[in-house]
T-cell receptor
Framework: AQRVTQPEKLLSVFKGAPVELKCNYSYSGSPELFWYVQYSRQRLQLLLRHISRESIKGFTADLNKGETSFHLKKPFAQEEDSAMYYCALHSGYSTLTFGKGTMLLVSP | DTGVSQDPRHKITKRGQNVTFRCDPISEHNRLYWYRQTLGQGPEFLTYFQNEAQLEKSRLLSDRFSAERPKGSFSTLEIQRTEQGDSAMYLC???????????FGPGTRLTVL
């Protein structure tokens, strides 16, 4: 069965500091990985997906199949990045398996 | 059409009562998904539809839960004989195809007293 692990419940950084939100997955097939974000009082929305290899709002994530990881990174955090971040895996059966999420708090 | 909508946004009910939630997907989206999210957890898959056909149901979906999408447009999720453990945020999402991004609604927060 597929599983997504986000080891940190909360990550607190200062503005301008680098950010890395960790995500590890367990899946026997070829996964498709996503990062979703939920800002305060807003709905869950897609931040990025690994197949598009885009950089959204300065965030990037690289799929490492050897380490089964898909960590989210940003070189310089901004206060508006404060939000709940969820890593998710699409297993090919049309469903998403989410991690428990990491709250990112960026202080001025 | 500004996205996936859900109604109601909040529902408070007493244990043992039945509740029904509605989801309106983005108009051209064939696939519709229901998830449940409890405190401290990520969304957990419940069921999904392709057009009007319900193609998969999670083991989380007990016999008290039923979902429909009668005309392949909006969907309803009914919970019968609610229990306190059903208290959660119920999320709906839709996508154009199986490989496309799932777009989420704002959710319906259910509180069972």
């Amino acid at each position: 069965a597929q599983r997504v692990t986000q080891p940190e419940k909360l990550l607190s950084v200062f503005k301008g500091a680098p950010v890395e939100l960790k995500c590890n997955y367990s899946y026997s097939g070829s996964p498709e990985l996503f990062w979703y974000v939920q800002y305060s009082r807003q709905r869950l929305q897609l931040l990025l997906r690994h197949i598009s290899r885009e950089s959204i709002k300065g965030f990037t994530a690289d799929l490492n199949k050897g380490e089964t990881s898909f960590h989210l990174k940003k070189p310089f955090a901004q206060e508006e990045d404060s939000a709940m971040y969820y890593c998710a895996l699409h297993s090919g059966y049309s469903t998403l398996t989410f991690g428990k999420g990491t709250m990112l708090l960026v202080s001025p | 059409d500004t996205g996936v909508s859900q109604d109601p946004r909040h529902k408070i009910t007493k244990r043992g009562q039945n509740v029904t939630f509605r989801c309106d997907p983005i108009s051209e989206h064939n696939r519709l998904y229901w998830y449940r999210q409890t405190l401290g957890q990520g969304p957990e898959f419940l069921t999904y539809f392709q057009n009007e056909a319900q193609l998969e149901k999670s083991r989380l979906l007990s016999d008290r839960f039923s979902a429909e999408r009668p005309k392949g447009s909006f969907s309803t999720l009914e919970i019968q004989r609610t229990e306190q453990g059903d208290s959660a945020m119920y999320l709906c999402a839709s996508s154009l195809t199986v490989i496309d991004t799932q777009y989420f609604g704002p959710g319906t927060r259910l509180t069972v007293l």
